[in-house]
């Protein structure tokens, strides 16, 4: 498990969990940004919600709020001697972020 902070206007930048990601928000607003084909969708989440981030989901998490977000994100799965988070390049579907 970690605890991640993001000040407002900052993001996680392009990435994937190879086994994915179980995130509660405990402080703070940020909108999520999914990779899906050849389209973007966005979902905002707050204070007190939880969602996933499935294996191999391409993400990029922004700060769309006015104080730093803080996460707390438990990432099962992760290959004996592996990185939980895989940098990604940006996948050109959600221009403007």
């Given at each position: 498990m970690a605890q991640i902070t993001?000040?407002?206007g900052g993001s996680s930048g392009w990435h994937?969990?190879?086994g994915g990601a179980i995130i509660i928000?405990?402080?703070?607003a940020l909108t999520v940004y999914h990779s899906v084909g050849h389209q973007c969708r966005t979902?905002?989440?707050s204070a007190g919600q939880a969602f996933i981030e499935r294996p191999g989901e391409v993400?990029?998490?922004l700060n769309t709020g006015?104080?730093?977000y803080v996460?707390?994100?438990t990432f099962p799965r992760v290959p004996p001697g592996g990185s939980p988070r895989i940098?990604?390049?940006?996948p050109g579907t959600c221009p403007g972020i």
């Open positions: 993001v000040d407002p994937s969990h190879p928000v405990q402080q703070g979902t905002t989440y993400d990029d998490v006015t104080v730093p996460l707390y994100v940098d990604q390049p940006d």
